[in-house]
């Protein structure tokens, strides 16, 4: 479903854009806070490595959602 | 494993502990004060003297800052000749040293002493007054103290005065009735009040008669310490053997507190690997009176009513190839006993989505030989956690050649082939015209920069198959037990390969990139081209007459959330979401992929453009200097973001899904334990 007329394609872009901003942001703020606390976890217990890390990363399956679905819309363009 | 019951007399016991130790196959299981009304044994009488030399070895070590030993798996041999001699030896040693850090630190103290009043001393040295010129007035006040800035306007409070001043110090002296004015001005220009130092001689000769002894004094510190650095050179070698002997002694005599004991015996209990039993019994029961015995196994029935019974611990057995990967699953949680060790899957999971990801022939060739490299002279190195980290990054890397050769068809970010979509000169830039000026016969199957919607749709394709061995791994575990989990697992696999399906169905609706076919459709009318079509048109959400939703995969889903709902309860509803979200979740592998490709791309055409094309031969040296180390930080950038990203995946995504890695390793009694990160 190609979509026509200048303004709704940059309509689509633009929104594309504001995606990956919001995921973005959403994840840097996630992280943000989850990764304050493991580095305080890690300093009383290092041990705690194998734990911590995949914790850390988890929110960057919200920008991975925000890439998806951009792509989706940039797909709709010519 | 095995469960033995090692049985026998007191005075056996020492003998015993000692070939427990040599055999290194018994995981003790400790017994508790108590219990079946038998006590704890009591420490072997060389524990106290071990420990105590210990101690004193330990503290000579601190002083003398010597390292303490990395620690290897198979502990480390003591002197040539210990025993007694050696205990004098460290008595000997402890004596002198402690003597010599005993006058460090009173020398120490002294000279900080000195140093603060050679610091109070030193402002009134450069004052041309003695010290008694500050004392004994009846009629004036005499002020002394530091300044934070020059204080001007003291004319200002009353004209009796008289000053001196040098930088950052000021005395005044003042008559007694405009004493509490002066004071008060002086407080607020920020005069902070000092004594005057005790003495009559004047300052400068106290001054240096102060440096002076300073001088002495550090001089007689800088003996101590070369004493002590000399000793530290003969006795390194000598403290790293005595302290790993005397940890064994004081492991081997304490040993009897983990056991149980009566008056005349003594009982071990612990766990032995089966095939080694008959082997730890022989040589155990050639100490006189000692008995070994096997108690029966439980069956996983009795097993699951008694709670309290202690799983046996777990000795992971994988090939070599892949036993570095135990300790990326050892990270998560050791499997239990009655668990399949995922350490194969995982073993192939993990590096070929870091070649997903990195993607790239180049690093990949790259990590393969550099590791291979580092591996080779790492040869002696305990497996810690970085050598097994290496091996993994050598498999990534051999995945990463792989796929960047046959699928991505590129090596360190340029081509082998000019891509379709490249206008520009640079972007054309490749090996086969460019670089080779041969013609490789290999063509991408995938375009990174120009299929993202395919690389999405090979990604969720990767998350369906590693979430399917997942979910059947969970339903092997669980068939053993319970039936009904078993049949949860079943029902997740369904919603997973129904969903998949309608995903695939979805995208095979995309839109053709230059001419080609997209994955969606390939891999609806390819590996999928079985699955019964007919189905459900839904227009509104992309679902047309032509690819309508198929029956069978909406009925695998609901049939799927049913079963989930009946074994594992209506909670559960909520994670068929999680569900979805996990597998969109892997196309993070096309993200991370594609992020990388275009940062290089971009980092190659800029300097392609500026440096190498239509350029003098000097430029294109700098040029190719310049991409070789822009692709050396893409190379250490795709490392660490492809080791994260695809543990991630295993760790979140997958092992949730099945895992639960509640076990104890095996520790046999005699190994040291290994420290790990």
Request: proline share 6%; with cysteine; charged share 20%.
């Amino acid at each position: 479903m190609a979509v026509t007329g200048d303004l709704a394609q940059a309509a689509i872009a633009i929104g594309a854009a504001l995606t990956i901003l919001g995921t973005g942001l959403a994840t840097a703020w996630a992280e943000k806070v989850i990764g304050a606390a493991s580095v305080g976890a890690l300093a009383e217990k290092p041990e705690l490595f194998g734990r911590v890390l995949p914790l850390v990363v988890i929110p960057e399956t919200i920008i991975i959602f925000g890439l998806v679905i951009a792509f989706l819309m940039l797909g709709t363009l010519p | 494993m095995s469960r033995a019951l090692i049985i026998g007399p007191r005075d056996a016991l020492a003998r015993s502990v000692d070939a427990l130790y040599a055999l290194q196959l018994l995981h003790i299981v400790d017994h508790r004060q108590g219990e079946e009304d038998l006590e704890i044994g009591k420490p072997l009488p060389a524990a106290t003297e071990a420990s105590e030399v210990l101690v004193k070895l330990r503290s000579i070590a601190n002083v003398l800052q010597v390292e303490e030993p990395k620690a290897t798996a198979t502990g480390i041999a003591g002197p040539e000749s210990p025993g007694e001699d050696m205990k004098a030896k460290i008595r000997a040693l402890e004596l002198n040293i402690s003597e010599q850090d005993a006058s460090k630190k009173k020398i120490q103290g002294l000279v900080a002493d000195l140093n603060r009043r050679v610091e109070e001393i030193t402002p009134f040295a450069q004052l041309p007054l003695s010290l008694e010129d500050y004392r004994g007035y009846d009629s004036l006040e005499v002020f002394t103290g530091k300044t934070s800035r020059d204080i001007m306007g003291l004319e200002t409070v009353t004209p009796e005065f008289e000053s001196f001043a040098v930088p950052g110090f000021l005395v005044v002296f003042v008559a007694k009735e405009h004493a509490g004015r002066m004071r008060d001005f002086l407080a607020q220009s920020g005069f902070t009040s000092v004594a005057v130092p005790e003495g009559r001689e004047p300052p400068r000769e106290i001054l240096s008669n102060l440096l002076a002894e300073g001088e002495r004094w550090e001089k007689r510190l800088g003996e101590i310490e070369e004493t002590l650095k000399t000793l530290r050179e003969r006795y390194a070698g000598f403290l790293t053997a005595a302290r790993a002997h005397l940890e064994t002694e004081v492991e081997k005599a304490e040993a009897p507190l983990r056991f149980a004991v009566t008056d005349h015996t003594f009982i071990v209990e612990g766990w032995i690997p089966r095939e080694a039993f008959e082997k730890a019994k022989a040589d155990l029961e050639k100490i006189d009176g000692v008995f070994v015995s096997e108690i029966e196994a439980k069956t996983q029935e009795e097993h699951e009513e008694s709670k309290a019974e202690p799983e046996p611990p777990v000795l992971l057995r994988n090939p070599k190839p892949i036993k570095p990967f135990e300790m990326l699953v050892n990270m998560f949680g050791t499997p239990s006993y009655h668990e399949i060790d995922p350490t194969i899957v995982l073993a192939i999971a993990f590096p070929m989505m870091f070649g997903i990801m990195v993607g790239d022939a180049g690093y990949g060739i790259l990590w393969v030989a550099y590791g291979l490299w580092l591996l080779k002279r790492w040869k002696n190195r305990p497996w810690d956690f970085w050598k097994n980290l290496l091996v993994a990054f050598i498999w990534g890397g051999f995945w990463a050649t792989i796929f960047g050769t046959f699928v991505f068809a590129e090596a360190f970010g340029v081509p082998f082939h000019m891509p379709a979509s490249a206008t520009s000169l640079a972007a054309q830039f490749n090996w086969s015209d460019n670089i080779l000026h041969l013609n490789i016969p290999i063509h991408p199957i995938l375009e990174k920069l120009d299929q993202v919607p395919d690389f999405i749709i090979m990604a969720i394709s990767v998350a369906a198959l590693h979430l399917g061995i997942g979910f059947i791994i969970g339903f092997l575990d669980d068939i053993r037990h319970s039936v009904k989990h078993a049949l949860g697992k079943l029902g997740w696999l369904s919603v997973l390969i129904g969903l998949y399906v309608v995903l695939i169905v979805r995208a095979a609706r995309w839109s053709l990139v230059n001419g080609a076919v997209p994955w969606g459709t390939a891999i609806w009318n390819g590996p999928l081209v079985w699955f019964p079509r007919a189905g459900m048109p839904l227009p509104s959400a992309g679902f047309a007459a032509a690819n309508p939703v198929p029956y069978v995969a909406i009925g695998m889903i609901v049939g799927g959330i049913v079963l989930v709902i009946a074994t594992e309860g209506f909670l559960h509803l909520m994670e068929v979401f999680g569900l979805m979200a996990n597998v969109i979740s892997y196309a993070r592998l096309a993200g991370i992929g594609v992020a990388e490709e275009a940062v290089i791309f971009a980092l190659n055409v800029i300097v392609l453009n500026a440096l190498v094309i239509n350029q003098s031969t000097p430029m294109i040296i700098l040029g190719a200097v310049l991409m070789g180390a822009c692709n050396f930080l893409i190379f250490l950038l795709s490392t660490i973001s492809g080791t994260i990203q695809s543990i991630r995946l295993n760790y979140v995504e997958f092992f949730v899904k099945f895992y639960k890695g509640s076990g104890t390793l095996f520790r046999p009694f005699g190994v040291k334990a290994k420290s790990e990160v």
